[in-house]
């Protein structure tokens, strides 16, 4: 699992970055998520990586 934060703007960004923010579920600064750690997460989440803040989680502590 991945706990996925939004932590710079999406103001000024490309469409396309925004597309795949709010394809992740982020929608406002600071809003986190967790999602399946698959390939297709992983390629989203690294397209944007410059305004996320990523960590690993196990199904424990979620």
């Known amino acids: 699992m991945l706990k ?4 710079k703007s999406m ?10 923010l709010r ?7 600071n809003r986190t998520v967790i999602l399946q750690d698959t390939p297709s997460i992983r390629g989203m989440a690294n ?3 410059h305004l ?3 960590e ?3 199904d424990a502590t979620s």
């Open 4 to 7: 996925i934060t939004l932590v």
């Open 11 to 20: 103001i000024g960004r490309p469409e396309k970055h925004r597309k795949v």
């Open 23 to 29: 394809g992740m579920g982020l929608t406002k600064m």
């Open 47 to 49: 397209a944007v990586s």
């Open 52 to 54: 996320l803040k990523i």
């Open 56 to 58: 690993e989680v196990n």
